[in-house]
């Protein structure tokens, strides 16, 4: 008789243990951008000069007359995460595999965690390497906030079920959402930029973007605007289909988390950017994508099948036990 495979000798994975495994996910995805800044704002972006080793021929910090120690400590904490992301990002991945029964979509959202680390890893060398060029620092951060956002439908498809996709809003609506995200990721790349311009470059001697910290704020402050006010339209469109109360708390969490993060811009701004404030926007930030994401995954669900093969006495997950909302079809 063949021996089983070895994912079959893993206990299955409960959807609750799931979920709690994609939410650390997006909590040390989100944690590492803001560690990334405060490397940033202390000025010890080459604190390790070299990459992957800390100095030539030293994978710690070392003694070294030019850098101070702190600053080598401060980046090569940063750099020590990554594995405590890596242990994460690859616990998620083992556990959808030990899911009963496997979903490729639940697999493949796991997969991008450990591989988008390993991308992550890259660009930071790049970033090292190329001396913090602005744009390779840009990247670094935009990949974070697109695996936060990955990372969230992780969450919901944890515990979702393995029937068909139901849209619970009109086609129309769920495409005021999703060209709303558009501006969202328009949004953080001209917020790059105000840091590009920005005086938190990493290192004293990192040229700045050209353009100037007022021409680039003004452009992140009118996407601002024009991303509010797609989301005050959003709502009166919500009310006018009678989205779920699910819906509607995650897009009340987005306004409160957008009109928040945009309050701290301002008054980051009027205070000459203090060390702070940066990476407290980061984490703003990374608040609002994971606002952003939620409310885009609450358009559609996904309900558990029942299958009429099952024993009577199977026990139920704890998604399935729960009462589901109601579908659009459902609301008439």
């Known amino acids: 008789m063949a021996r089983p495979a070895l994912l079959h000798r893993v206990p299955a994975t409960p959807p609750v243990l799931m979920r709690r495994l994609a939410i650390a996910a997006v909590v040390a995805q989100a944690g590492i951008a803001v560690t990334g800044s405060v490397v940033r704002v202390t000025g010890s972006g080459l604190g390790c000069p070299t990459w992957p080793e800390c100095f030539p021929g030293s994978l710690v910090p070392a003694p070294h007359p030019e850098v101070a120690a702190l600053t080598q400590w401060i980046e090569f904490s940063n750099r020590l995460l990554t594995f405590a992301v890596v242990l994460i990002a690859g616990t998620c991945l083992i556990a959808a595999l030990a899911t009963r029964p496997r979903r490729a979509r639940l697999t493949r959202l796991a997969l991008v965690q450990p591989l988008g680390v390993v991308a992550q890893a890259v660009i930071g060398g790049i970033t090292v390497l190329t001396g913090l060029a602005w744009w390779t620092v840009s990247v670094h951060f935009l990949v974070s906030m697109v695996l936060v956002w990955l990372g969230m439908q992780l969450v919901d498809t944890a515990t979702d079920g393995d029937g068909p996709p139901r849209r619970t809003v009109r086609g129309a609506v769920r495409g005021l959402v999703a060209t709303s995200t558009a501006v969202l990721a328009a949004l953080l ?18 040229p700045r973007l050209g353009i100037g910290v007022p021409a680039a704020a003004q452009l992140h402050a009118d996407l601002l605007f024009a991303y509010l006010g797609m989301l005050v339209g959003l709502g009166f469109a919500l009310a006018a289909v009678d989205a779920s109360q699910r819906l509607r708390r995650r897009y009340v969490w987005l306004i409160v988390a957008v009109v928040a993060q945009g309050a701290l811009g301002g008054i980051q701004y009027a205070l000459g950017v203090p060390e702070a404030l940066v990476s ?30 099952a024993p009577a006495d199977a026990p139920a997950d704890a998604h399935s036990a729960a009462e589901p909302e109601p579908a659009l079809a459902d609301r008439g």
């Open 280 to 309: 407290l926007h980061v984490l703003g930030a990374a608040l609002v994508t994971v606002g952003a994401a939620a409310l885009w995954s609450g358009t559609t669900e996904r309900p558990h099948v029942v299958s009429h093969d």
């Open 189 to 206: 790349a001209a917020g790059t930029l105000v840091t590009a311009a920005g005086p938190h470059a990493g290192d004293a001697a990192t």
